[in-house]
């Protein structure tokens, strides 16, 4: 469990590092010796105004310490999310940021291993992959099929895919966001 006082650092690291790309200067976090600031682990940032999604970007894998990772995705999900144009500085002041900081993933052969509001998901076949996270599916008061299905279309795969062939994958995590 990541405690309250290194959820509010990472928090803090995502926003400036916004902030400062947005200024044109990179932000490089500090990263302590020990800590889940300093484990690697894979992590998403959720940025939204308003109330409505304005950038999600992550890294499924763990490929540095959480810290810089929360630091490049909270960069990624204002500047590189192709669904949206890039976050104006103008916006920055007021995006609310999300963070999802993921287990690493463990194969499954049997959905009923899958719990919604626990689980998140990642299904591959072929050269196709999607993700949703955990929170998604409780959000939308989807069933496991369901939340199969929309995995599935995510990864441009039709529903019904992960019934033939397609590997899943599950994963935990741990979600705040600023109050």
């Known amino acids: ?24 200067v ?3 976090p500090p990263l302590p010796a020990s800590g889940p600031l300093g484990e690697p ?9 308003n109330g409505r999604l304005r950038g999600c970007i992550g890294r499924i894998s763990a490929s540095g310490p959480l810290a810089r990772v929360v630091s490049e995705m909270a960069v990624a999900a204002a500047r590189d999310d192709d669904r949206f144009p890039p976050v ?26 899958i719990e919604v509001g626990r689980h998140g998901l990642l299904i591959r076949k072929g050269h196709m992959s999607g ?19 929309h995995t599935c279309r995510k990864a ?13 994958e599950i994963f935990e995590a741990e979600v705040w966001g600023e109050e």
Request: hydrophobic share 40%; glycine share 8%; net charge negative.
């Open 88 to 113: 104006t500085k103008e916006e920055v002041s007021g995006l609310h940021i999300e963070i999802s900081a993921l287990t690493p993933l463990r194969p499954i052969t049997d959905p009923a291993e």
């Open 26 to 28: 990179s932000f490089t």
């Open 41 to 49: 682990r894979g992590a998403f940032v959720t940025l939204t105004r």
């Open 131 to 149: 993700l949703l996270l955990p929170q998604v599916a409780a959000e939308e008061g989807w069933d496991v099929p369901t939340f199969l299905d």
């Open 156 to 168: 441009g795969l039709p529903a019904g895919a992960w019934k033939e062939g397609a590997e899943i």
């Open 1 to 24: 469990m990541i405690s309250v006082e290194d959820r509010n650092e990472l928090l803090r690291i995502a926003r400036r590092s916004i902030e400062s790309s947005m200024g044109g």
